[in-house]
């Protein structure tokens, strides 16, 4: 059963890519990608989204909803914004470069 997506949504639903060394270290060793998303994006959208965007297979994706801070700011207390990312597992021999055409 496949799903047909809205094709303007799909573009708009992968927000980031989350470069940390944590991210890194996920990449490598379980061949998967983290994905800063759209709070309202669900797992087989953002699934679409990266097949889409990055012509890969897409084995899973596992989300994870981020609370916001509270931080201070002189007297005045603030709040960050909640976040939602995205793991997600490629496909054995898949892989997405995010630093090919970037010349320093």
């Known amino acids: 059963m496949t799903k047909t997506f809205n094709q303007e949504r799909l573009l708009t639903i992968l927000v980031a890519p989350q470069i940390s060394e944590k991210a890194t270290y996920i990449a490598d ?4 990608v983290v994905f800063v998303v759209i709070p309202t994006a669900t797992k087989p959208e953002i699934k679409a989204a990266v097949e889409l965007l990055f012509k890969v297979q897409v084995a899973s994706v596992q989300i994870s909803n981020l609370k916001g801070k509270s931080k201070r700011f002189g007297r005045g207390v603030g709040r960050r914004s ?3 990312k995205a793991f997600v597992c490629l496909k054995p021999g898949q892989e997405i470069n995010f630093a090919e055409g970037v010349s320093v």
């Open 82 to 84: 909640d976040v939602k």
């Open 29 to 32: 060793e379980h061949d998967q």
